[in-house]
């Protein structure tokens, strides 16, 4: 059986269709299916991925036969176009492009006019009235084919437009004279062979197979290489190569090129969207000063072609069942669709135009749930940079928590609390965050750091905050005596103004226009189709009253994760958790809790009343003990004065209490061991608050979470003690109080032992920011130094603080469920991590049938979309169509 490797499109004929996407390319695929429907396309052939598979692995050898195959399509192109490739009075020219698999992006190599030479455009210019059109085409081919086939640097082609326009006078190509092309026809050629080291072909079949080549050698380019080895793409895959006949955009003033969408892919709205280039050929001029329009003005002047792209795109809607993007030539007031494909959009139109073609009988509620992408689902809540006021980047870190905002810089907490408390806004810019710096977080707008990774200490209370965080910045640097930085080579001195986007990463200098994005009613439908279809259930990390009422604003179905030593860092409590820190004995530390039971009686009063009717999980104290202590020493000072104790003893006693591994020492359930009247003041504290309301009337369900379990025998021995304090406050109460104990499991010991665990436990929560780290030997606030050169190099696929390594952590994880649900089927087992707002950690959690994830506040839609997501399954994503 003869393998054929070129499928002809054009006129009547198709040989493909958009079913064949793996074969002809999504572009090939859907240029033939357009044809399909009646779609007015250049006519040409797209040479298969097979072939380009079989020429990379034997070593730059076409298939048999197929020169012969592509030269046989070329015959009937020919016919189809009445022109023939290399004639001079009626030359057939040639656009030559890339088309890989759907979502497999590549670096697009595109040739126009190839089939043009020295005596064809000499020909041309003598028979033809446009000489500078000839000319224009025949510059082109030259500087295309110099760096997409050639591989010249093109800056080299860029450079020397440049020197033309400026010793001319001319602000772009489109004034140019016959000299001015002539002109950079012999610099383009000069600069190839001088380059290259060869001359620019005059052959227009060599150019040809040399173009039909170059497409072949860029998918074994090591960026390519390097794309698939990170998403586990098969080197088979192959690309595939699009050749058609060229039509003119810059042929004359009724000409142009463009691109439409067919909705507005910002807002959503159902209206064409897209700019034009009158009199334009190929996407290199629009970046060359030409003026565009949009293509809704062109229905003035070209009415028949708005027309024409109207009824495309509503045709390729009905197909599709997706917004099209298409890419458009006119020649001489004639439309032809060059591409077509589906449409980028933001988050905020995703889910317009998803509700939308429900409501027009265009999708289904599972297919549309499916093209809401989740991973970008929380910028929506968030202020946005306004990037039409063409901002300047100033520096580009990590992008850690969403969203842009606009302050003063300052350099420490304290300063970004005193500017608070003047109505002022402030940027605080750190070298990195530690625990005491979480209440200036909270007073600050925003958060710069120098080191830290997107799943550092800080992003997580950031994200819970909502407040945007670029950590990592590698180009800051910080002067905190003279109070000053320099970014990106720019100094910012104390209170001058910045702005931060912590969706890009990006930092700039002075205050930036931003826009809050515009949630329709649309989004409301959305979650309520999501809801109705997951399974797994979605709790939120809330430390404060209002984060609990956030999280219920956005659907959460309880508290997954209180951290109560977020609370101690509060002005009020600090001086009273000192006190208690430094206690030199039992009865002084029970002192200094006494003062602060009230306090986090009333913390818990409030977040059970916010969150009445539904299950809230408090963490004990997890933090080493000396985090909560300051370490500059005019803190120190300050510190030895408010509690009227001997400067000495005091850095004694800070020195006393330092680890060399603070993550892996006296922290957690080693805590409430060795100071029980820790645990159990907070314990009395929580069914205090929870008694008080009961008597009112409300629905309270505390579910008290023991940290760092690596023994059944820790978790025993906290928890008998917990079960006593918790039966007196009831008894003493008189209510009754349905309540949960268990523990959090962030020690491979821990998982691997869980159906020890589960015979004494309530429930188990997967922390999986501390089980990586103790799983990987990793720290995920120094992790960021590396992490990047891992994920370039394709070390890691993805970093596993973020999603979940499935063959590694996955698998333990999957030990440890099995395990606590052999010896206790009943047992409640949810994560509480980071990456319970990833989506492919959550398809993961799904997969396993855990009970809930719980995330911050701002990624509870996201998460729940994911889950809903996941228990879709499969449904073919837009653009492909079953044979």
Known sequence: MTVKYVYFFGGEKAEGNAGLGNLLGEKGANLAEMVNLGIQVPPGFTISTEACDFYLKNKGKFPAKLWEEILNNLKVLEEVTGKRLGDKENPLLVSVRSGSRSNIPTVENTVLNLGLNDNISKRLSENNSGECFVLDCYSRLIAMFGYSVLNVDCKIIESLIEKRKKQVGKASTDSFSTDDYQILINRFKAAIKKSSEIEFPQDPLKQLRMAIEAVFNSWDSESSRNYRHVNEIPEDCGIAVNVQAMVFGNFEENSGCGFAFSRNPESGEKKIHGEFWPNCQGKNLIADGRSSMSVSSINETLPDIYSGITEVCQKLERRYQDVSKIKFIVEKNQLYILQTQAAQRTPVAAIKIAFDMVQEGLVGKQNALMRIPTDQLDTVFHPMVDFKSEPKVLAKGLGASPGAASGKAVFSPQKAQELAEKKEKAILILTKTSPEDIQGMEFAQGILTMKGGKTSHAAVFAKAMGKPYVSSCNSLTIDEKKKQCVIGGVRIKELEEITLDGSSGNVFKGTIKTVQPKLSAAFTYIMKWADELRTLKVRANVDTPHDALVARDFGAQGIGLCRTERMFFQTNRIL??????????????????????????????????????????????????????????????????????????????????????????????????????????????????????????????????????????????????????????????????????????????????????????????????DLTQTFYGLCRDDAWSFM????????????????????????????????????????????????????????????????????????????????????????????????
């Open 788 to 883: 990047a050169d891992y994920l370039k190099k394709g070390i890691f696929k993805a970093d596993p603080f973020a999603t979940m390594d499935r063959k590694g952590l996955g698998a333990l994880i999957e030990i440890g469920v099995k395990k606590a649900k052999s010896t206790n089927q009943n047992i409640q087992i949810g994560v509480c991590g980071e990456h319970a707002g990833d989506p492919d950690s959550i398809d993961f959690f799904c997969q396993l049938g855990l009970d809930y994830v719980s995330c911050s506040p701002f990624q509870v839609p996201a998460s729940r979309l994911a889950a809903a997501q996941a228990a879709i399954g499969d449904i073919p994503s837009s653009f492909t169509v079953s044979n």
């Open 576 to 769: 009273y958790v000192h006190a208690m820190i430094l206690a030199s004995d039992q009865k002084a530390r029970e002192e200094a809790l006494k003062n602060l039971l009230p306090i986090q009686r009333g913390d818990f009063t409030q977040i059970f009343r916010a969150m009445d009717g539904l299950p809230v999980n408090i963490r004990l104290l997890d933090l080493p003990l000396h985090e909560f202590l300051p370490t500059k020493p005019l803190e120190i000072k300050n510190l030895a004065k408010e509690l009227n104790f001997p400067l000495k003893v005091l850095n004694n006693a800070i020195d006393s209490l330092k680890e060399a591994n603070p993550m892996l020492g006296h922290r957690g359930c080693r805590l409430g061991i060795t100071y029980p009247e820790i645990y159990q003041m907070q314990t009395r504290a929580i069914f205090e608050a929870a008694c008080k309301l009961a008597k009112k009337g409300a629905k309270v369900f505390p579910e008290i979470m023991i940290p760092l379990v690596g023994h059944v025998n820790e978790f025993r021995e906290t928890r008998e003690r917990l079960d006593q304090v918790a039966e007196e406050v009831i008894q003493k109460n008189g209510v009754k109080i349905k309540y949960k104990v268990g523990a959090m499991i962030e020690l491979p010991r821990a998982a691997l032992t869980a159906d020890e665990i589960s015979q004494n436990a309530d429930f188990l929560s997967f922390g999986t920011n």
